[in-house]
């Protein structure tokens, strides 16, 4: 379970390649590619990311851009596409899905403008007459209406290809208090099939020679959910829901026990990382409108992709701080290309990008169906319980009279039965072993035979270590599920000759945590035989760090075994922390001696006498 969620949504931040994207006239609309057309320049944390390794990337702006930067960092933590379910491609219905409630419909939209009952229950609850009622960009609106409405108090109605009635007005004609209170009265008339999915205010300032400016003063009165939110439910199981930006209009105040307006992306960007240094326990969600309203819908290709890079490098900030309770996750709400024709949002996959308690090794997720899989994450991150392995580990103390209470009775023989499994541990339970160690389709017979009599180890990325850190974490997790209490991880000989130590140090720190969490204890495998003492040493001080609790010589199927001089070795340079076990080519009590004396607390033997 994590503590703490940071959801961000990159507002309008399309993969392309929507399989409906036809019915929402959006063929080939690819936000993404059109912003890395602006240039090759380097995203470093959203690499990081996966954004990059998703699936159906294959725009040929995309491609060029990968091809220009193919020492891009690697992924780190889960990635993969969202495919939208609902009717729709407005911010309202995509953060409705990302919250788990899906529209069967579409929110009605006005492109020939608002019919004249609508306009007359404006006039109605505002006592002023309107202006334009036409879809109209934002900016231009007050452009082109603005002195009128200075000259009569008319107000400036319009509407967009989204599901929006706006409001416009100068603050010194229309007082925000006055404005405000218009469009909650229009909220409350805009029922039925008039449910318009957002009535925002748009205040505006400035005169006609000098030309009129919107304010921040913007405020949205939004549909409410049908339903209950994400932010509802988890608001409702007594957890923090904390709001950034226009979150809180995108769900009507509603779920949230705390927001937070901004002005900007750089304003909800600092605001996000000083979320990091609070002390909640539930969802940090945060909307980063700018990429939407200042630069996809006015189709500023350049300026998208510098609001990507300011993203980017708080990325590389924020996740070197993130905790080991904290879950990341980056996606958007729909697409809004910069550089077609349209100026209104398009009809796209978006990005999930996950990073952080259970996500922590590099998965691709493929396309998945649904943004609703955002909300699943989160419910699984903050309100899953964690219960404890079914199979319990027996404390163990070895006892020098009895060279066998030292030893991992092994097998791991291609040719081994479930008879030869069965005999191995009534074998290991006579003589007072400390543990069986099996292969992993074989855990779960050796746990049934001993119920509980005697540990189950079990080895992962077995012989040769080449499988990815993600495999190896499944391995452990489903091994001990199968009734493991140790486990025995082979590292990766070809990261540790590549001097990829970092990446070897994070393996075993990840799979440390993964079994630790279950009950179990983790033996580290480093292959002696293959490696330098200068290489040895240096991973005994991994293993340290990292919180293993062993640390192994051989797989037993090397060039060649423990000797007496790498226990010594491994046991001068690894903190007291961790134990040494020998294993390989220790086939009599007089071996398994020198390797106790030597340092060494387990061994590991098939054939010992």
Known sequence: MAKRVFLVILDSFGLGGAPDEAAFKDE??????????????????????????????DDSRILAWKEANKERPRAIGSYGRLRELSAGKDSTIGHWEISGVYSSSALPTYPEGFPEEILNKIREV????????????????????GEEHMKTGALIVYTSADSVLQIAAHEQVVPLTELYDICKKCREFMTGEHS???????????????????????????????????????????????????IKDLFAYRGLTETHATSDNTDGIHRLLDMLDCDFHGLCMVNLVDFDMKYGHRNDIQGYAAAMHEFDAALEQMIPLLGKDDLLIITA????????PSTDHSRECVPLLIYGEGYDVPRNLGEISGFGMVASVVYTALLSRVFPSPVKRLPHEPDKDNIFSYVDMTNLKTTATTNDIYALVDDAIEKGAASVC????????????????????????????????????????????????????????????SRRFDEVALEIGI?????????????????????????KKMLCNIVTVQGADFIKTSTGFGSAGATVEDVRIMRHYSGTNVEVKAAGGIRTEEAALQMIEAGASRIGASNLK
């Open 438 to 497: 099996v292969q992993p389709c074989f855990v779960k017979d050796a746990a049934r035979r001993a119920d509980g009599r005697l540990n189950i180890c079990t080895v992962i990325g077995f012989p040769n270590g080449y499988s990815t850190t993600a495999v190896k974490k499944f391995e452990a997790e489903d091994a001990i599920a199968n009734g493991a209490t140790e486990i025995d991880i082979v590292l990766n000989v070809n990261f540790i000759k």
């Open 196 to 246: 318009v999915g957002r009535i925002i205010a748009r205040p505006f300032t400035g005169n006609a020679e000098e030309g009129f400016t919107r304010t921040p003063n913007r405020k949205d009165f939004t549909l409410e959910a049908p339903s209950s939110t994400m932010l509802d439910i988890l608001k409702d199981n007594g957890l923090d829901v904390i709001s950034i930006g226009k």
């Open 333 to 340: 709400d729909h697409g809004c290309d910069p550089s077609t």
């Open 126 to 145: 505002s006592g002023r007459e309107v202006l334009c009622n036409k879809p109209y960009s934002g900016t231009q609106v007050i452009a082109d209406y």
């Open 511 to 535: 799979i440390a945590d993964a079994v630790h969490a279950k009950g179990a204890i983790l033996k580290v495998i480093i292959e002696t035989c293959l490696l330098t003492d200068t290489e």
């Open 28 to 57: 080939g609309s690819n936000t993404l590619a059109a912003v890395l057309s602006d240039s090759d320049e380097a995203y470093p944390g959203l690499s990081r990311m996966g954004l990059f390794d998703v699936d159906g990337l």
